[in-house]
């Protein structure tokens, strides 16, 4: 028998994700990697990285941020959690740095569509907001709506109306903060003609 407590208490040194090489670095090595893969206490999230199993948490959200502290929720995701979408998304919608690599989005789980963002533009909008009792970066509500104007023609019309029907019915939107957005992001004149009819 193992000190299961001993490999739990390496693993929440690391935020309860570990790369290969950290866990050769701890002195944790294929044989008990396995052992403890095989008793339902670790899993393989993405080759190269394991995760600590927490069975009280069933939340993709945790993996997410883990594997991806850099990205910012936006679009669909952002969507479906400011109700501005009753859908769920299949895909986590997360956007990262155009200058960040492509292939660590090739996983098999969870679900993530990336969307590659100007550095420049990339934390413009950037607020905190918790979903399963996890902390995640997330765009604010106004920046979500400008991104919906700057991808209108790769989203679902249904998701589209209905998210921007519900900004401009939002007693807390800030039209001040969606112009300024609208600006750098350049889709100033769409938020003019498509928004400003409304108010």
């Known amino acids: 028998m193992y000190d299961v407590q001993y490999y739990k208490e ?4 690391y935020g309860g994700m570990m790369r290969t090489t950290q866990l050769a670095e701890e002195k944790v090595f294929y044989p008990q990697r396995e052992k403890l893969i095989a008793d339902g206490y670790v899993e393989k999230v993405r080759r190269g990285y394991y995760q600590w199993v927490n069975p009280d948490d069933f939340s993709e959200v945790c993996t997410v941020t883990r594997l991806f502290p850099d990205a910012i929720l936006c679009m669909d995701t952002a969507l479906r959690y400011y109700e501005y979408s009753d859908r769920t998304p ?7 740095s155009k200058d960040s690599g492509k292939s660590r989005f090739n996983i098999d789980y969870p679900f993530v569509k990336p969307y590659y963002v100007e550095p420049t533009v990339l934390e413009l909008g950037l607020t905190k ?3 399963d009792g996890h902390e995640v970066r997330i765009y604010d509500k106004d ?4 991104d919906c104007l700057r991808y209108r023609n790769k989203m679902d019309k249904e ?3 209905k998210a921007i029907q519900s900004y401009i019915a939002d007693p807390e939107k800030s039209i001040p903060k969606l112009m300024g957005y609208a600006g750098p992001l350049r889709v100033k004149k769409l938020a003019k003609d498509l928004i400003g009819v409304w108010l």
Not at 10 to 13: H, L, Q, S
Not at 91 to 96: C, F, K, Q, R
Not at 143 to 146: A, F, K, L, P, Q
């Open 159 to 161: 998701i589209f109306n």
């Open 143 to 146: 920046r979500v709506i400008c």
């Open 90 to 96: 299949g895909d986590w919608h997360l956007a990262v």
């Open 10 to 13: 390496i693993f929440d040194r």
């Open 129 to 131: 907001g918790s979903i």
